[in-house]
């Protein structure tokens, strides 16, 4: 298999339909509504590059982990796929990359850089001493939208960060639905997540409390930002997606969470992009 394609599932490039959505509104509710194509690239850039960085780090961190879970003994470090210097190799040349991108955008990104770089490290290392690793990992991601408003210019504002915040409930959300498959695992192992520690059905509630803010704070979000109509319309449907993520998803049948998981919420991200982005062109 072409060494690239093995890289590009290392990391499962396709889980980038999470954040970099959420940058692009960013980036588009600061500039009103297009900055530029320079900006638009390196923002891309930077966020496949860190995301990347992120999952990369987690799987070298967690190789001897995966090897021992039955769901996870087929990533590419167990099955020698790609070796542990391919991986390390793979991994410094995303954060390079990220550094080059930050620096192409303004002297703000730039010297965040290794911030975003050591926080989106971090969390692979919370499930070893805390449940709240669902958290810190939504954190990571509700960077998104305050990294792209700050591409365009760094300007403070209340919009992105109101969108980070729901950003970050709403992954910890999914995170702890995704989490329930490893539950009796994660206990074994001495592992920390929430339906470790507290069971399946507390973890099912907490996700849904989470969801539920979510959907308020993505709709506070485009008020800030002055959003019309269209976006709430949009907003609406999100909160009808999460909805139905969580009737899918019970403590008696787990069989769907990766239907939740990946499918739901790769809408859920797109819908409220489209939805900016239409209701900014209207």
């Not at 979510?214 to 979000?221: E, S």
């Amino acid at each position: 298999m072409n060494l690239l394609v093995r890289l590009a599932r290392f990391v499962k490039i396709e889980h980038s339909v999470f954040a970099l959505p959420f940058a692009y509104m960013g980036m588009l509710w600061h500039a009103q509504p297009w900055p530029g194509w320079r900006v638009f690239g390196l923002l891309t850039l930077a966020m496949v590059m860190v995301r990347a960085f992120a999952m990369g780090i987690n799987r070298i961190v967690d190789r001897h982990i995966d090897a021992q879970n039955p769901r996870t003994q087929n990533r590419e470090l167990v099955t020698g796929a790609l070796s542990l210097p391919q991986a390390a190799g793979f991994v410094a040349g995303c954060a390079v990359l990220f550094v080059g991108a930050c620096a192409g955008l303004n002297t703000l990104c730039l010297a965040l850089a290794p911030c975003a770089l050591a926080w989106s490290a971090f969390y692979s290392f919370t499930k070893r001493f805390t449940s709240a690793c669902h958290v810190v990992l939504g954190s990571v991601l509700g960077l998104a939208p305050i990294a792209g408003w700050i591409a365009v210019a760094p300007e403070w504002h209340p919009a992105p960060v109101i969108l980070g915040v729901a950003v970050a409930l709403w992954v910890a959300g999914f995170d702890i639905l995704y989490a329930c498959q490893d539950e009796d695992f994660d206990r074994q192992k001495g592992l920390h997540s929430i339906p470790a520690d507290f069971g399946i059905p507390a973890a099912l509630l907490v996700a849904r409390l989470m969801h539920a803010v979510a959907a308020v704070l993505f709709a506070l979000a485009g008020w800030a930002a002055g959003a019309g109509w269209i976006y709430a319309a949009f907003v609406a449907v999100v909160g009808g997606v999460l909805w139905a993520e969580h009737r899918v998803v019970t403590p008696q049948d787990l069989s769907r969470v990766n239907l939740a998981f990946f499918t739901m919420n790769g809408c859920v991200a797109i819908a409220l992009a489209v939805g900016a982005v239409v209701d900014l062109l209207w």
